[in-house]
């Protein structure tokens, strides 16, 4: 299994649409864990930390399951805009070196 | 403006020909790091370092060297390029080390050796 692992899609979603992706991870001892935002081969930048207890940033909701070992990512009203790759980013258990997942793409469409 | 900063952003070059890619940063953070990302796999990480003069092998490092004689400097270098390290390369830092906090990114520098 890998470290990180994502459905690299793409998914393909109507303007206004909800749209989930989760993130699964094999180290059990991980503890930060990070969605990043990629744009076409731009530099990757942070959308949102992800905590225990799950958070929210306006139409962004990111939750952790620890005993399932994955985190996830809802996009509620979609916007063009939002068209992009969504990278996982977990820090390896006893570590701090980050591991990225391959990416989701997402695309909104009119 | 805290920024990472890589040059060059684009590179053509020959087999074999050395060639350092600097990285810099002004937010004072001791942790710097080089990833190559490639179609199907991903960001992988070449080097890191957690602060002057401690620097440690990433997951894909044959090829590679680093230094970090001062903070705010990390420069990855090929000494003897190959056509299997055309990439797009990123550099990145953060303020507490690896996964503990926000990684700020360099804008990519796209290598393609010939």
């Known amino acids: 299994r890998k470290e990180v692992e994502q459905d690299p899609g793409p998914f393909n979603v109507p303007e206004g649409a909800t749209v989930a992706f989760n993130c699964t991870y094999s180290?059990?001892?991980?503890?930060?864990f990070f969605w990043y935002r990629q744009d076409c081969r731009k530099e990757p930048k942070l959308l949102m930390s992800?905590?225990?207890s799950g958070n929210e940033d306006g139409r962004f909701t990111a939750q952790l399951n620890r005993a399932s070992q994955y985190i996830s990512l809802l996009i509620r009203d979609s916007k063009l805009s939002d068209s992009a790759t969504y990278l996982c980013?977990?820090?390896?258990?006893?570590?701090?070196?980050?591991?990225f997942g391959r990416g989701t793409s997402l695309i909104v469409h009119p | 403006e805290a920024q990472v900063t890589q040059n060059p952003r684009y590179l053509i070059t020959v087999t074999g020909k050395k060639l350092t890619v600097t990285c810099s940063q002004n937010?004072?953070?001791?942790?710097m790091s080089w990833y190559r990302q490639d179609p199907g796999l991903g960001l992988r990480q070449i080097y890191y370092?957690?602060?002057?003069?401690?620097?440690d092998k990433g997951d894909v490092p044959e090829g590679y060297k680093v230094s970090r004689k001062e903070k705010r400097n990390f420069p990855l270098i090929l000494e003897s390029p190959s056509p299997n390290q055309t990439s797009l390369y990123f550099c990145?830092?953060?303020?507490?080390?690896?996964?503990?906090?926000?990684?700020?990114f360099g804008p990519g520098t796209r290598l393609t050796v010939l």
């Open positions: 370092s957690m602060n002057v003069e401690v620097t």
């Open positions: 992800v905590y225990s």
């Open positions: 180290n059990s001892a991980s503890q930060s």
């Open positions: 980013v977990v820090n390896r258990g006893g570590s701090y070196i980050p591991t």
């Open positions: 990145a830092s953060s303020s507490l080390a690896g996964g503990g906090d926000t990684q700020y």
């Open positions: 937010m004072n953070h001791e942790y």
